[in-house]
């Protein structure tokens, strides 16, 4: 069963690892732990700012507003 999250270790294309692939995550996980862990985890730390309560929220009511007006099956 493949799932389509992937693991983000900052905001760069390079640093995601898709599901089902061990390689490229093993892969990840060196670079997110060796010599480039700094500049790395100061980019994850720019990228979370986005994820916030009030961000999370209004997607959330957006999705129920979507809901309520789709039109029924």
């Given amino acids: 069963m493949s799932t389509a999250i992937d693991l983000e270790l900052a905001p ?3 640093d ?3 599901s089902g692939d061990p390689a490229q995550l093993a892969a990840g996980l060196l ?3 060796g010599p480039e862990r700094d500049p790395l985890a100061r980019a ?4 979370s700012r986005v994820f ?5 929220a209004e ?3 957006d999705a129920y507003r979507a809901a ?3 039109p029924p099956r």
């Fill in 68 to 70: 309520i007006n789709a």
């Fill in 12 to 14: 760069r294309e390079q």
């Fill in 16 to 18: 995601t690892a898709p």
């Fill in 59 to 61: 997607q959330t009511m």
């Fill in 52 to 56: 916030t309560w009030e961000h999370a």
């Fill in 31 to 33: 670079r997110a732990t």
């Fill in 44 to 47: 994850a730390f720019e990228r």
